[in-house]
Nanobody
Framework: QMQLVESGGGLVQAGGSLRLSCASS????????MAWFRQTPGKEREFVAA????????YYADSVKGRFTISRDNAKNTVYLQMNSLKPDDTAVYYC??????????????????????WGQGTQVTVSS
């Protein structure tokens, strides 16, 4: 059984930066497409960013494009989300997710929640104005 554990969340002022990490235990993620989603109370969970199994392709929501960078280190079984120029609207619980169908490239289903079969518990990011 695979477990995804997010870390790196916290409180930051607008304009600041945070780096989230998602570490996998129990199974290697090196062959899996990985993604970050976020959710605020009363709203649907929304897609943030995704990376192909190799790390060669990335895809971002328009709201974070140019500010966030997703990356992975398959040797460390970890995916990262570097968040720069943070805004109060970025405040949310951030979730890591894995698509366990192996060797998937980014595709039309990349931003869909049902694509991903494993989820972490989330890490809170709060951006103050």
């Amino acid at each position: 059984q695979m477990q995804l554990v997010e870390s790196g969340g916290g409180l930051v002022q607008a304009g600041g930066s945070l780096r989230l990490s998602c570490a996998s235990s129990g199974r290697t993620i090196s062959r899996y497409r990985m993604a970050w989603f976020r959710q605020t109370p009363g709203k649907e969970r929304e897609f943030v960013a995704a990376v192909s199994w190799s790390g060669g392709s990335t895809y971002y929501a328009d709201s974070v494009k140019g500010r966030f960078t997703i990356s992975r280190d398959n040797a460390k079984n970890t995916v990262y989300l570097q968040m720069n120029s943070l805004k109060p609207d970025d405040t949310a619980v951030y979730y890591c997710a894995a698509d366990t169908r192996i060797y998937r490239q980014l595709d039309t289903d990349t931003s869909t929640q049902s694509t991903y079969s494993y989820w972490g518990q989330g890490t809170q990011v709060t951006v103050s104005s």
